[in-house]
């Protein structure tokens, strides 16, 4: 696999993604963390060397480093990256077939001061070690279940580590190793969470200084294709690693729902989406994102009845998803015959269970294990998985089990083409209750193409939140707006 490392900071990432929006957030995130730093510099906080547990943006925590290092008087440069991946099955097929080999890497970073492009398999221990050893601060951007590996690393070596994924048990299980070897692990800082912590806290500050309650906080956000570039059957496209993507959907949802805790395991995830209405012009669909019911205690609204953070799509998004969940497509479980290129109509029969490779019996197959809402849907998800070339003879390109083939093949057929446009849409919306009885909700928006936010600790207190909301505002005309409009 492969990974960047510079001067004084090494960054390990993954395929898929989006340079142009890399390099601007990493510009965005080194003006940022100045801004912040003299801030801090008045709040000193003298037990630093925590692994922080709120903080997720690849694109803007070139700036973090800065901050970081700086803050621990140690010198940091710029850096950006390309990729890394998990342990190969075959590690000379998975380096001709990536989406970003060693030699793009190369290409990519010839702007890029400071930037040595090399290959690193993280699973290596000793190779990592020395990796690390050479930098001050680790930024890790590979597929979250490796953070541990990178971790021990930097603990070993005593370097700073940030991650943009949320905190694992395995993560917060190196916490007193982390503390002692006197390095921070953040992690969690970008837009959700990050952003919406930022106008979050704000919000229940100003309503509890009011005498009023928070009885009910829902916050959903996607980052999404423009609306005229959703042109695939998930209506989604990868700027970064789609395994990261897939993942992420088999994550049990938990929140609270009119005081009590609703739970939903990952598969059933797709099952909860609902629509969810923002503007007009856009249709929306909702869902839980893991586990929602800490925020009654980190963002001190114990009071409220209703606490959701959820993600949002566009329709049709999750009931594509639950067919490829049915059908197993999202495991991990090794298959021998996804060891070859054979075709992809052979590696759906193996995957699904199929008497033979026809269209016919593999559609037969699929609407027998998989569950529909419509004739009209069923339809449409089949049209999708052709679309795919999941029923064709184009080869696969082997990667060992069904979730990995098919990121592969997902990594091919949904990238952001030249000049199409992405954006992102964050909502917060709080039922609240006034000392004389009144209820209001205000709704809260962020609308744009950049994700970009920085921090030091999780953004959940004023010292923190302020200068980088203002710096959002001023320098980067990011910012939320509020509404008080009818819950819905």
Not at 178 to 202: Q, R, S
Not at 405 to 426: H, I, S
């Amino acid at each position: 696999m492969c990974s960047r490392s510079s001067g004084s900071a090494a960054a390990i990432t993954e395929e898929g993604v989006d340079s142009a929006n890399a390099k601007r957030g990493t510009e965005q995130l080194l003006d940022l963390a100045i801004a912040l730093s003299a801030e801090s510099k008045q709040h000193p906080n003298t037990e630093h060397y925590d692994v922080i547990r709120e903080i997720s943006s690849p694109e803007l925590l070139l700036k973090l480093a800065e901050f970081i290092t700086e803050y621990h008087d140690k010198p940091i440069r710029r850096s950006d990256a390309t990729k890394g991946n998990g342990k190969l099955n075959n590690e000379e097929q998975r380096r001709c077939d990536d989406v970003l080999t060693l030699a793009s890497a190369k290409k990519l970073s010839e702007s890029v001061a400071y930037t040595t492009p090399i290959s690193l398999d993280v699973t290596e221990e000793n190779a990592l070690d020395a990796t690390v050893a050479q930098h001050e601060l680790i930024i890790s951007l590979i597929p979250y279940t490796f953070h541990v590996a990178v971790i021990k690393s930097a603990i070993r070596n005593k370097k700073h580590v940030v991650t943009t994924s949320y905190v694992s048990p395995a993560m917060m299980a190196l916490d007193a190793e982390a503390k002692a070897a006197g390095i921070t692990v953040m992690n969690e800082i970008g837009l959700d969470p990050g952003i919406d912590h930022l106008y979050a806290i704000k919000t229940i500050d100003e309503t509890h200084r009011a005498g009023g309650k928070i009885i009910a906080f829902e916050s959903y956000c996607g980052g999404l294709p423009a609306a005229e570039d959703s042109d695939n059957p998930l209506g989604y496209k990868f700027s970064w690693s789609s395994r990261g993507v897939l993942l992420a959907l088999r994550n049990a949802g938990k929140w609270y729902q009119d005081g009590k805790v609703v739970e939903v395991a990952g598969e059933e995830l797709m099952g909860t989406a609902k629509p969810y209405f923002i503007y007009p012009g856009y249709a929306f669909v909702a869902y839980p994102n893991r586990n929602s019911t800490p925020y009654k205690e980190r963002y001190n609204i114990p009071e409220a009845q209703t606490i959701v953070r959820g993600t949002l799509r566009y329709q049709g998004f999750p009931q594509f998803i639950r067919v490829l969940v049915d059908l197993g497509f999202l495991e991990e479980t090794p298959i021998e015959v996804l060891n070859k290129p054979i075709a992809w109509r052979e590696a759906t029969q193996t995957i699904i269970g199929a008497i033979s490779s026809s269209a016919t019996d593999l559609e037969t197959r699929i609407c027998s294990k998989a569950t529909f809402g419509s004739p009209t849907e069923q339809q449409r998800i089949l049209s999708g998985l052709q679309w795919l070339g999941l029923f064709s003879e184009e080869p696969i390109i082997p990667r060992g089990n069904p979730l990995d083939t098919l990121c592969a093949t997902l990594e091919q057929k949904m990238q952001y083409e030249e000049g199409e446009r992405d954006m992102v849409m964050l909502q917060h919306k709080f039922m609240i209750e006034y000392q004389d009885g009144r209820r209001e909700t205000p709704a809260k928006l962020v609308l744009d193409g950049t994700i970009s936010d920085k921090g030091i600790l999780a953004p959940l207190n004023k010292s923190i939140n302020e200068p980088l909301m203002r710096e959002l505002r001023e320098n980067y005309g990011i910012e939320c707006h509020e509404k008080v409009v009818a819950y819905q």
